[in-house]
């Protein structure tokens, strides 16, 4: 059952978009061949950037997809995009230069091609 749309409050509204960043058992750790993943770093980026109103990050337990190693999801009104393979701290300070970019612009912005290599298909579609 899902509520009509008028029904909900208009919660979260300023928000653009959102990235799940895995911290599980796989994602972020070294004896099983990961990167570390700097959560933190992001975490002060988007706190002192003053972008927490436009933008929320948050970390997760495993998100079920283990293998590609260093998992993240965006999630916005418009799509999800998954991404893995993040091996070094690089790919992080992309997602957080977009991230920045698309607050500056009050939308977000087509993903940068430099990230599009960590981009891989979660669910099987038609
Ligand atoms: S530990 Fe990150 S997806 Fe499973």
Redesign the pocket.
């Known amino acids: 059952m899902s509520k009509e749309n008028g029904d909900w409050p208009d919660f979260n509204k300023n928000r653009i978009g959102q990235l799940i960043v895995?911290?599980?058992?796989?994602?972020g750790n070294r004896d099983k061949g990961a990167h570390p993943i700097p959560f933190d770093q992001l975490k002060k980026t988007i706190k002192s950037n003053g972008m927490k109103k436009h933008f929320k990050l948050t970390s997760s337990?495993?998100?079920?997809?283990?293998k590609p190693?260093?998992?993240s999801v965006f999630l916005s009104d418009d799509e999800q995009i998954w991404f893995g393979q993040m091996k070094t701290d690089e790919p992080y300070v992309q997602l957080e230069q977009w991230i920045s970019c698309s607050v500056d612009e009050g939308q977000m912005l087509p993903l940068p091609t430099t990230l599009e290599k960590y981009v891989f298909k979660r669910f099987k579609s038609n």
């Open positions: 895995c911290e599980g058992g796989t994602c337990k495993c998100l079920g997809v283990c190693h260093n998992v």
